[in-house]
């Protein structure tokens, strides 16, 4: 099933088309990797796919039911979100239960599922450990961490990650690449990652579509290659 | 002091706009809008010079172009997204210029503006008091209704719209909510230091609270410590209440501020103490996964 497909896009700042004749298919379950060079519009494009811009020309579908006619929940952790709450005002446990709140609407009681869920996701993360702690005291790294716990504690359809690793070392990137390896293969969740680190990342993608620049219109040229896959025991960043 | 209906009245409008405006103020501030109140102030003068010019209820229409202003506020926000603060100071210089123009056109109207302008005790009737109270109890059952939207939208609000929440109406009506407040503290407060309200015992809650709940908690205790203390300095001593309720918030934040480096400067020679009481034995230091 297609989640999000894109015809001839165009879109661009100001005057100057950044993008230009994008067409991408998403499907669901597909553990996808958007690259290319700095300045290449790469959120630029998640944003499309979202439906947060509008393209000046073309069309951008997104469907908004799953197959089984619930609407989608799209799970988001926009680049450098932890850096611009730094001194919100919450522990760890009670940002990352924020992320069910979509599910639970305004007055529904969290369910022992949904606590299970919350700590299943922060032991994922490796941060169960410090969920009394609160948010502004956390290294960079950490808060991405929870912030990620969080857009899984919602249980969204789709995960849409733009650069998730940014401070992250090698064993934590490792540990993130194949626990969204595994939620795509076994939970059927569509994610879609906005990567530099295609050397780290490429072998638990499916998908990788690469930004190139064309003379004069932007970038463009959306080369779509697919990876072999390797499956693997449900992992965590611990 | 409490002999007197006035100050029963203004300890009352103090008691209930210490619950709502510190509240809104804690949401203000970590959505960088701690400018906003200010802002509002200046529009509803302007409302308040428009409603006398033209024969109506003041109070009205000082709370119909707070609303408005509220209103223009988050739109020009969202134009101008990548300087949101220019929002503010277009909307603010506006409102002033506004006032200033309709107050000129008829004298002997100035005068009164000083106790808008300053704020006054005796400035709280019986409806003024109603209407403060009307506006916090439609202010709390908003945030609690909506604590859940709120929170998520003063996290990220991109983050919030994608999820699937309908974020421009949430800040819309949010501003509106702000608008209201502003515009009913005004006449005890006075224009020029209504945001100290919301500001103040905002910026204590929030360098001390460790969660959300406990911030909303904070901000209020604070903010009735400065109204209450406020109210009563400036009943003995006859100085605007606006000022004083001001300057004792003032007060208890630096005093909040003083007691945190205090604190942290006794726990980090603690520790010193400890790591030369283990002699030269390396401590054990756990990286941060």
């Known amino acids: ?187 059927g969740m569509t994610v879609i990652m906005v990567t530099h680190e295609l050397h780290e990342s490429g072998q638990y993608l499916d998908r990788i579509i690469s930004l190139e620049q064309r003379e004069s219109e932007g970038w463009q040229c959306l080369s779509t290659s697919s990876c072999s896959v390797r499956f693997g025991p449900e992992p965590c960043l611990e | ?85 220019m929002s503010v100071a277009i909307i603010m210089t506006s409102g002033l210029a506004l006032a200033i123009v309709l107050m000129s056109l008829r004298p002997h109207l100035s005068k009164s503006f000083s106790s808008y302008l300053f704020g006054s005790i005796v400035a709280v009737n019986d409806a003024g008091l109603w209407l403060i109270g009307g506006v916090t109890a439609a202010g709390l059952i908003y945030l609690f209704v909506l604590r859940r939207p709120l929170y998520n939208m003063t996290f990220d609000e991109e983050t919030a719209q994608i999820s699937g929440l309908k974020v421009k109406g949430l800040s819309f009506s949010f501003a509106v909510l702000t608008g209201m407040t502003v515009a009913a503290a005004m006449p005890i407060v006075g224009v020029l230091l209504v945001s100290s309200l919301m500001v103040l015992p905002a910026s204590l809650a929030l360098r001390v609270a460790r969660g959300f709940a406990m911030a909303l908690l904070i901000a209020v205790i604070a903010g009735w410590l400065g109204i209450f203390s406020g109210l009563t300095i400036s009943y003995y001593v006859n100085v605007p209440p606006g000022g004083t309720i001001s300057l004792m918030l003032l007060a208890l934040l630096l005093s909040a501020m003083l007691v945190q480096k205090l604190r942290r400067r006794r726990s980090r020679s603690r520790r010193q103490i400890l790591l030369m009481g283990q002699g030269s034995r390396t401590p054990d230091f756990r990286e941060g996964v």
């Open chain 1, 1 to 187: 099933m297609i989640l999000s497909s894109m015809r001839n896009v165009v879109f661009g700042y100001g005057e100057t088309p950044v993008l230009s004749g994008i067409s991408v298919d998403i499907h669901q379950g597909e553990f996808v990797g958007i690259t290319g060079p700095n300045g290449a519009a790469k959120t630029t494009l998640l944003k499309l796919l979202l439906g947060l811009l509008k393209p000046w020309s073309g069309s951008v579908h997104i469907h908004t039911e799953t197959l089984k006619g619930e609407r989608l929940s799209i799970g988001y952790v926009p680049q450098n979100v932890a850096a611009f709450n730094s001194g919100f005002p919450s522990r760890v446990l009670e940002l990352v239960r924020s992320g069910c709140y979509s599910r639970l609407g305004l007055f529904k009681r969290f369910t022992a599922e949904q606590h299970r869920i919350v700590e299943q996701s922060l032991k994922q993360v490796g941060m169960w450990e410090y969920r009394h702690r609160k948010v502004g005291e956390l290294s960079g790294g950490q808060k991405q961490r929870i912030c990620i716990a969080r857009a899984l504690a919602g249980q969204p359809n789709v995960l849409v990650l733009d650069e998730p690793t940014a401070g992250m070392d090698q064993q934590g990137r490792m540990g993130f690449y194949q626990l969204m390896r595994h939620y795509a293969a076994s939970h």
């Open chain 2, 1 to 85: 002091m409490f002999e007197y209906e006035f100050m029963q009245r203004a300890f009352w409008a103090g008691a209930l706009l210490g619950i709502i405006a510190p509240i809104l103020g804690v949401y203000l501030m970590l959505r960088r809008q701690a400018l906003m109140a200010d802002t509002l102030s200046h529009v509803s003068l302007a409302g308040v010079a428009l409603g006398s010019l033209l024969g109506m209820n003041p109070v009205i229409t000082g709370i119909a172009a707070a609303v408005l202003g509220g209103i223009l506020v988050d739109g020009l926000r969202r134009a101008y997204r990548s300087y949101s603060e």
